[in-house]
């Protein structure tokens, strides 16, 4: 552990574009962050603010030509992957970083039995067959599936919706990663095996330093599983910080209304669900200032006239003109402390 | 060390217990089996309907036709024949029957593996038929290697590079393929070889092959080339949707994941997902082409089942035309079966039953 400070991952202002037959969007529109070992990033936003093109953008697996990478760069432990060749990417895809995605019942290819699914990845990355159905075996038991030998004979019809989400992750693990990339692992299940899949995922952290990027909108699982939040809105990081401070400090507008809106228990002493009003923008949409202008409690003129630079107040940045002591409208915070833990 | 560490997993998260799945993988003792004993008699019952409402078929429609088997064979000599004689004649092969009747003493001779006579040549129709259909079989199997052959790769290419200038090519194939008469092709090569090398394909009388298989092959390539790259450009098109349909799916991108090549993705993982209507499309083309191709056969001087029913239907031969549409329809069932079967082992979801 010579290296703690050095970051597994670090993006830099990565910008990527989707050609449509309308014309061009840029969905993802400056990002940065970085990612060290042993760490759980949270990537949190409402739907379509560019979280999976920011990390499918990461993982260079975007459908080509119509997803383009236009700048930045996404250094994997020192090496630019933007810049690298096709194959040091692909050797460290599947290697280095694995990811688990939002639907398991998709995810697998159907026609294949799932141990030679898992066995692939160890034979891409240059393992014997002998080596392969070792680690098929090892992995499938450490995902917790009872009888791996019989799994890995079956196919993936043969297992539920959770049971896949396992195999899924079992896949990622084949090659030790350094860095495990989950997409919104859990919102295709149900909540027993979502709580399952997140102790799971916690654990194989804990027993191999991984670092995670968690993506969610579900603020509620965030405030288990990270120890950094990104929040993200139309393309944009708008703040970034320790889990701790961001739910207690929010300092963008829109963490805040996000905080607000997790959903209370009910019969406590908490104020009640509050929604931020309005929707996020089409990202085709292409704004002066500060996207969250139009949904803003806080926004004053100049927010809408020139986009806020990155302001890093102690261990948290928020991109917003306007300070939290500044802020006129009601806020949220401080409640959300006891959500955190 | 400043390296942020998780807290530590509470005891109400699970901890170090994680929660190990036991929800079963269905077993393969309870597992339903794939190819059930009610499939197979299923089948069984649809293949005797199928032929039998065949041969009713082939039995009725022939004598709808005018003329009979006796003026099928003796022509305009029939005329010269008084009506007693012509009657005498119709008695001997059994014409002066009730249609019922003749229908049912066919179809009982046919269970004995009794296929009737030529009456124009007096040869048994078995001893016909065992000429002809290997001629066709190969034929046909022939083209359908050359038309899988062709077509599947170069709709994987045409879809890897869709819209690229392979895919042009590839469609600009499919488009000629799908354009061209099977008489035309075939008429051209014909005049292409023939004043090239002077080789007539069509000239020679067909040697089978077990007696000399390179003969054999020279004379069945040409058609199979006419037949194949008609059926080439249909698979090719299959092909091109279907892997460009199952390429948008989530488990490329999961396949891609993994840092597989990129030929590995597509042939393992695309094109076998994409495999069920390219299966599907050439056993349709399949059965087609064991029907006999009336046409090629001809150009090409091939005697197989085309030929064969032809000459029959001119000649008024009963027994033979049904004989020969009834081993058609046989094939045809038996293709259909080898699909379903295919189906199944290509994909573990499918449950034969
Ligand atoms: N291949 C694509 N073609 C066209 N538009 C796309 C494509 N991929 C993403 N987009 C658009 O880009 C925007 C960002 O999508 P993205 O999937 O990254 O959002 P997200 O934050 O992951 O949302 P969700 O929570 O719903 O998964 C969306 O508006 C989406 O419609
Ligand atoms: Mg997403």
């Known amino acids: 552990m010579s290296q703690v400070n050095e970051p597994v991952l670090s993006v830099r202002d990565l910008r990527t574009v989707i050609h449509t037959a309308t014309g061009d969007a840029e969905v993802v529109k400056g990002v940065s962050f970085d990612v060290a070992r042993g760490e759980t990033l949270a990537l949190v936003g409402e739907s379509g603010c560019g979280k999976s093109t920011t990390v499918l953008s990461v993982m260079d697996l975007h459908p080509r030509p119509t997803v383009e990478i236009t700048g930045g760069q996404v250094v994997f432990e020192g090496v630019d992957l933007v810049k690298a060749t096709e194959q040091q990417r692909r050797s460290v895809r599947g290697a280095g970083m694995a990811m688990v995605y939002q639907d398991p019942m998709t995810s697998l290819n159907p026609l294949m039995r799932v141990g030679d699914q898992i066995g692939e990845v160890v034979l891409a990355h240059g393992g014997s067959a002998e080596e392969a159905r070792r680690r098929v075996g090892e992995v499938l038991e450490q995902v917790g599936i009872a009888d791996p030998g019989r799994a890995a004979r079956a196919y993936p019809h043969e297992f539920s919706g959770g049971m896949r989400q396992r ?31 997140i102790a799971l995922v916690r654990q194989l952290q804990a027993d191999n330093g991984m670092a995670v990027i968690w993506i969610t909108h579900d603020l509620g699982v965030v405030a288990r599983v990270a120890d950094r939040i990104a929040i993200m809105y139309s393309g944009h990081i708008v703040e970034e910080g320790p889990s701790r401070r961001v739910f207690s400090r929010p300092e963008h507008p829109y963490t805040d209304g996000l905080i607000a809106s997790i959903p209370r228990p009910t019969g406590s002493e908490r104020p009640p669900l509050r929604l931020i009003p309005g929707s996020p923008p089409d990202p085709s949409h292409v704004f002066a200032g500060c996207p969250f202008v139009p949904r803003c409690p806080q926004a004053v003129d100049l927010c809408s006239e020139q986009l806020p630079p990155i302001t890093e107040r102690g261990s948290s940045s928020a991109r917003c003109w306007v300070p939290p002591e500044k802020w006129t409208a009601p806020r949220s915070g401080g409640v959300s402390q006891q959500v955190a833990q | ?53 065949v041969a009713v078929s ?36 059994g014409l002066d029957q009730p249609l019922p009747m003749q229908f049912l003493s066919w179809m009982g001779s046919v269970f004995q593996g009794n296929f009737g ?32 052959g062709l077509g599947v790769p170069l709709g994987v290419l045409a879809a890897a590079k869709s819209n690229g200038p392979g895919d042009a090519a590839a469609q600009t194939f499919s488009l000629l393929g799908l354009g061209i008469p099977n008489f035309v092709l075939a008429s051209g090569i014909i005049a292409f070889l023939s004043a090239q090398f002077g080789y007539f394909p069509s000239a020679a009388e067909y040697v089978g092959i077990t007696d000399s298989p390179l003969v054999n092959l020279q004379q069945q390539m040409y058609p ?41 993705v597509r042939w393992r993982h695309v094109l076998h997902n994409a495999s069920i209507p390219i299966v599907t499309i050439t056993g349709i083309q399949l059965g087609y082409l064991l029907g006999g191709t009336i046409v090629v056969e001809q150009v090409f001087g091939l005697p197989g089942l ?46 034969l039953s």
């Not at chain 2, 059926?231 to 488990?251: C, G, H, I, K, N």
Request: hydrophobic share 50%; with cysteine; glycine share 6%.
């Open chain 2, 224 to 264: 199979a080339l006419v037949l194949g790259f008609a059926l080439a450009a249909t698979v090719m098109r299959t092909t091109r949707s279907a892997f460009l349909e199952q390429s948008a799916q989530d488990f490329v991108r999961t396949a891609r994941g993994k840092g597989l090549s990129n030929s590995r």
């Open chain 2, 58 to 93: 082939a039995f009725v429609l022939l004598r709808l036709l005018p003329g009979d088997e006796v003026t099928g064979r003796l022509g305009v000599e029939a005329g010269n024949l008084t009506p007693a004689q012509l009657e005498s004649v119709r008695a001997y092969y």
């Open chain 2, 117 to 148: 006579v030529s009456v124009t040549t007096g040869e048994p129709v078995s001893t016909l038929l065992a000429n002809a259909l290997p001629v066709t079989v190969e034929l046909a199997l022939l083209s359908t290697l050359i038309g899988v």
């Open chain 2, 306 to 351: 085309g030929r064969l029913v032809l000459t029959g239907i001119q000649q008024r031969e009963y027994a033979v035309v049904q004989s020969v549409v009834l081993v058609i329809a046989a094939m045809f069932v038996l293709v259909n079966l080898c699909v379903d079967l295919l189906y199944a082992r290509i994909d573990p979801r499918v449950q």
């Open chain 1, 167 to 197: 195999v899924v992750i079992a896949m990622a693990l084949a090659m030790r990663p350094r860095l495990l990339i989950a997409d919104e692992p859990t919102t295709a299940l149900d909540v027993t095996i979502q709580q399952q899949i």
């Open chain 2, 1 to 53: 060390m400043k390296r942020s560490a998780n807290p530590a997993p509470t005891p109400a998260e699970g901890g170090r217990a994680v929660t190990t799945a036991t929800e079963p993988v269905s077993s393969p003792a309870r597992k339903r089996p794939r190819l059930s004993r009610r499939y197979l008699l299923r089948r069984l019952a649809d293949v005797v309907v199928t032929l039998f409402g």
